[in-house]
């Protein structure tokens, strides 16, 4: 509510972390903030680094809510986007969440891609888009080749700060991050 007060356009929404939620709770969680606003809201579902997984049944369960409108898919199981979308159809937009996995996701129906590292290289990050939408396979690969070893800086605990770290050495950013985590 408070976003929508001050005029943003849209929230990407993380499942409470604070304790993990079941399925009953995230359900709930999700229900309650759509509910409270008229603001299109993103799901962030990201099972690997927050522990809570919202499944395409639960989709299913959050489909009456029109203000839940997309969801960044990161659970690094590409077949969820074909489960989502099995389940739904085109109801949610589907975005790749995960750098490694965004050919793959593209390819499976994401329609588009909520980078980390790919933030410190906009103009390959975009590249790479703009290839695979064109249906340009090859020369995305290249790029995506050349490019792997540094997605992979979006992988682990401390994917954050080495997101943070790559911003930083590209002259984009800083490395400062929020307590708890810390800089590397």
């Known amino acids: 509510k408070k976003c929508e007060d001050v005029g943003a356009s849209g ?3 993380l499942p409470a972390m604070v304790y993990k939620a079941d399925r009953r709770e995230t359900l709930a969680h999700y229900r309650s903030i759509a509910t409270s606003t008229s603001l299109p ?4 579902n990201n099972p690997v680094g927050y522990t809570v997984d919202i499944t395409a049944e639960m989709l299913v369960e959050l489909a009456d809510l029109p203000n839940l409108q997309a969801i960044k898919e990161s659970s690094a199981d590409t077949s969820r986007i074909v489960d989502i979308r099995n389940a739904v159809g085109d109801r949610y937009a589907i975005f790749a969440g995960v750098d490694t996995l965004v050919m793959e996701c593209a390819l ?4 588009g891609w909520i980078a980390g590292v790919g933030l410190a290289f906009p103009e390959e990050n975009q590249k790479i888009w703009d290839l695979i939408e ?51």
């Open 41 to 44: 809201i993103l799901i962030y």
């Open 134 to 184: 064109a249906k340009r396979y090859d020369e995305a690969m290249e790029i995506y080749q050349w490019f792997m070893p540094l997605l992979r800086l979006d992988l682990g605990i401390h994917f954050v700060q080495k997101i943070k770290m790559a911003i930083a050495a590209t002259g984009l950013g800083t490395e400062y991050v929020r307590a708890p985590r810390l800089m590397l």
């Open 108 to 111: 499976l129906g994401a329609v």
């Open 11 to 13: 929230v990407m929404v």
